[in-house]
C-alpha cells in the first residue's frame, strides 16, 4: 500500500472516530420545576441488553460505530435474517424504569459495566412545540439516542439533564435507546473508591417534556436576610425577595416576565435582556419556613407563551461565631444522614412513598435536619423534606480520593454541583450546601474545593456552604480540626468515630475538642455499627449494646466538651448495601450502622438519639 493510501485510510478512520462522536455534545440546559410541566410518563418496563464489552458501541478494535452500526439504531435480527445483526432489543428481557439493575437481577448485583436500555413510546408532535427528553438521573454516564440518531451525553449520576428532541420526535411509534455505564474510575465523581453500591442503572423518572417555542427554563425566587426599612412594633420586618427568570427559545431578548405571590399581593413586572434573562426585586413581610412553621407560598411566573407555578418558602441562614440562626435565631441542628436506599428492599429509591417513609422515621427520630448524603437525592426527597420542615444538607459526591489535579474531573464535579444548585435553589429548606466528603488535605484539593466553593457562592449568596471534613489529634486525648479549607466554609463541619475506628468506647469518656477558628461545629457524622437483634456485652462489637453506649459517649462528650457545638448528622438512618462490608453473618454487604436496620427494625441507638433529640 502505498504512503497516500495508508494516510488516506488514516484519515478515513479519524473521520469516521470523530462522526461517532458528533452526536454526544452536552445536553441542552437544564429545565426545572419539572413537576409542573406538560409531561408524558416513559417510566414502566423497557427492554434492556448487557453489554460488557461495549459492543454496541465499538468494534473489535474499539473504534466507535457509525449511529447505524450501533445498538443506537434498533435494528434486528428477526427484520432481516438474511443479514448479520447480533442483538435485538424485541428478544431482550424487561427492566423497570426507574431503577437500579444490582437489585432486579441476581446476574446484576456486582455488575459494573454497559447495559443498553430501549423503550418504544407513541407521540403526536405539535407544529410549534420544542420537546424534550428529562432524565432525573442516570448512574453514573448515559448516551442518548432517539429514532437512531445519537443525541447528548451526560456524566453525573445523580443529577438531572434533558435532552432536546424537537424535529427527530415523530408522529406515531418512537425508539427511544440509553447507553448506560456504571464503571467506577479514577478520575471520575465519584472516584472508584467509596462506601457505598454502586447502583447501575435509569434510576430516576424519565419524562417526555413539551413546551412552547420560547419558555421558561429555569428561575430563583430567593429571599435577602437584611431587613429593608424600620420594624413597627407588631409588625413582621420586611426584606427584599428577589431573583432572575432564564427563557429558552429564538425570540428571548425584551419579553415581558410576571413573576406573582398572590398570597403576599406581590406582583414583579420585568424585562428580559438579550440573552433572555430578566431580574427583579420586591418588598414583602413573608411567613417565614422554619421547622416549626414550614410556610409556603404560591408562586407564578409568567411570559408570552408559557407560565410555571412553584411553591416556595422565604427563610434566611446564617452564623454568628459559633452559632447557626435561622430567621435571626439560634437553632440546634438535630440531625441524621441518609442513603438513598428503600427500607425494606434496600435498592434505589424510586417512588414518593419510599422517601417518605424514609423522612417520616427521621421525624419520629425527633430531627429537624437531614444530610441527603453523599450525593444529590431525588427531587421528591428534598420536596418533601420542606413540606415536612427539615432542614436539608445537600452534597455532591465529591468523596475520598478524587483525582485532584484533572481538569476533566474538576469540571465534571462544578458540572454536579451547578445542576444541583439549579434544580433546587428555591427549596427553603436547604440550608447547606456541601462540596465533599472526607479528603485528604493536600495544596491541590484544596484549591479543587475553594474553587467549587466559590462557584456555589457566585450561584447561590443565600446558603451556608461547608464539606465534611476529618479530626486532627493535638495530643493523645485532645483533637481539633486543621484544615486550610476552613478558610471557605461556613462551619467546622467534621465526621468524627470516636469509640468506634481506632479507638475504645473509654477514649470517649477522656476525649476533648478545641478549635482555632469560632465557627459553628457541626458533626457531620458519628456512631457505630450493630446488627440489629445481636446482643451482648457492652464491648462486644457489632452488638446492639455496644452501639447504643457509644452513642450515649459521644453525646456527652459533644454537649460537654466541644466549644461551639452546634448540630450534627449521626451516621446513619438506616443500615444500607456496600461492597467494603464483607463480615459474613454480620455485614453480609451492608453498612451497619443505621440506627434502624435494613428492614427498619430499630435498634437500641435509635431511641438513645430519640431521648437525646426530645431534650
Known amino acids: 500500500m502505498s504512503i497516500k493510501r495508508i494516510v488516506s485510510a488514516a484519515a478515513a478512520l479519524m473521520l469516521a472516530f470523530f462522526s461517532a462522536f458528533a452526536g454526544e455534545e452536552a445536553p441542552a440546559p437544564q429545565i426545572i420545576n419539572i413537576s409542573d410541566r406538560n409531561c408524558m410518563s416513559l417510566d414502566g418496563q423497557w427492554k434492556y441488553l448487557v453489554d460488557p464489552y461495549k459492543l454496541g458501541y465499538h468494534n473489535y478494535h474499539q473504534v466507535p460505530h457509525s449511529d447505524a452500526g450501533s445498538f443506537f439504531a434498533d435494528k434486528s435480527f428477526d427484520d432481516d435474517r438474511t443479514k448479520l445483526i447480533e442483538y435485538s432489543f424485541d428478544r431482550a428481557g424487561d427492566i423497570s424504569v426507574p431503577g437500579d439493575w444490582n437489585t432486579q437481577y441476581e446476574k446484576l ?13 407513541r407521540a403526536e408532535p405539535l407544529e410549534g412545540k420544542r420537546y ?77 417534556v413539551e413546551m412552547p417555542s420560547t419558555f421558561i427554563r429555569d428561575y430563583s425566587v430567593l429571599m435577602d436576610k437584611a431587613v429593608v426599612g424600620k420594624v413597627r412594633k407588631g409588625k413582621p420586618a420586611r426584606h427584599k425577595i428577589f431573583g432572575q427568570v432564564q427563557l429558552d427559545g429564538e425570540l428571548v431578548a425584551g419579553q415581558q416576565v410576571r413573576v406573582a405571590i398572590p398570597e403576599l399581593k406581590l406582583v414583579a413586572e420585568c424585562t428580559t435582556d438579550a440573552s433572555g434573562k430578566a431580574v427583579f426585586e420586591m418588598l414583602a413581610a413573608p411567613e417565614l419556613w422554619s421547622p416549626d412553621n414550614p410556610k409556603l407560598y404560591k408562586v407564578e411566573i409568567k411570559s408570552a407563551e408559557d407560565k410555571t407555578v412553584d411553591r416556595i418558602g422565604f427563610r434566611y441562614i446564617e452564623t454568628s461565631g459559633d452559632k447557626i440562626l435561622l430567621n435571626g435565631k439560634e437553632i440546634f441542628c438535630k440531625g441524621i444522614s441518609i442513603h438513598e436506599e428503600s427500607i425494606g428492599a434496600s435498592k434505589r429509591v424510586t417512588t414518593t412513598a419510599q422517601c417518605e417513609e424514609l423522612l417520616n422515621t427521621a421525624k419520629e427520630l425527633g430531627c429537624n435536619f437531614v444530610r441527603l448524603a453523599h450525593y444529590p437525592h431525588n427531587e421528591d426527597m428534598v420536596r418533601l423534606a420542606e413540606e415536612k420542615g427539615l432542614m436539608v444538607w445537600s452534597e455532591i459526591p465529591v468523596y475520598w480520593t478524587i483525582s485532584w489535579g484533572n481538569p476533566a474531573t474538576y469540571a465534571n464535579a462544578q458540572n454536579q454541583l451547578e445542576e444541583m444548585i439549579t434544580r433546587d435553589i428555591n427549596r427553603a429548606n436547604i440550608v447547606i450546601w456541601s462540596v465533599a466528603n472526607e479528603t485528604p488535605v493536600s495544596a491541590a484539593r484544596t484549591l479543587f474545593l475553594s474553587r467549587l466553593i466559590a462557584r456555589a457562592r457566585e450561584m447561590d449568596p443565600t446558603r451556608l456552604i461547608s464539606a465534611a471534613m476529618e479530626k486532627t489529634r493535638v495530643e493523645k486525648d485532645h483533637f481539633t480540626v486543621d484544615d486550610p479549607l476552613l478558610e471557605y466554609t461556613d462551619l467546622i463541619s467534621f465526621n468524627q468515630y470516636q469509640g468506634w475506628y481506632s479507638s475504645s468506647l473509654e477514649d470517649c469518656d477522656r476525649t476533648w475538642w478545641t478549635f482555632d477558628v469560632k465557627k459553628p461545629v457541626f458533626i457531620s457524622e458519628f456512631g457505630a455499627g450493630a446488627l440489629y437483634g445481636n446482643h451482648g456485652d457492652v464491648r462486644e462489637r457489632f452488638t446492639e449494646e455496644y452501639m447504643a453506649d457509644c452513642y450515649r459517649k459521644n453525646i456527652k462528650m459533644m454537649t460537654e466538651r466541644m466549644p461551639g457545638f452546634a448540630g450534627t448528622t449521626p451516621w446513619v438512618l438506616k443500615d444500607f448495601r456496600s461492597p467494603r462490608r464483607a463480615l459474613n453473618g454480620i455485614q453480609d454487604d451492608f453498612n451497619r450502622k443505621g440506627v434502624i436496620s435494613d428492614k427498619g427494625e430499630k435498634k437500641r441507638a435509635f431511641f438513645v438519639l430519640q431521648d437525646w433529640y426530645s431534650e
Open 132 to 208: 424534550f427528553i428529562y432524565f432525573g438521573a442516570v448512574n453514573h454516564t448515559a448516551i442518548v439516542a432517539l429514532n437512531g440518531k445519537r443525541l447528548a451525553r451526560h456524566e453525573g449520576g445523580f443529577t438531572p439533564f434533558n435532552v432536546e428532541v424537537t424535529g427527530l420526535l415523530k408522529s406515531g411509534d418512537n425508539s427511544l435507546v440509553v447507553l448506560v455505564d456504571n464503571t467506577r474510575k479514577k478520575d471520575g465523581v465519584p472516584t472508584d473508591n467509596s462506601d457505598w453500591w454502586n447502583y447501575g442503572g435509569i434510576t430516576r423518572a424519565v419524562s417526555l
Open 109 to 121: 448485583y456486582y455488575y459494573e459495566g454497559c447495559v443498553w436500555y430501549r423503550t418504544k413510546f
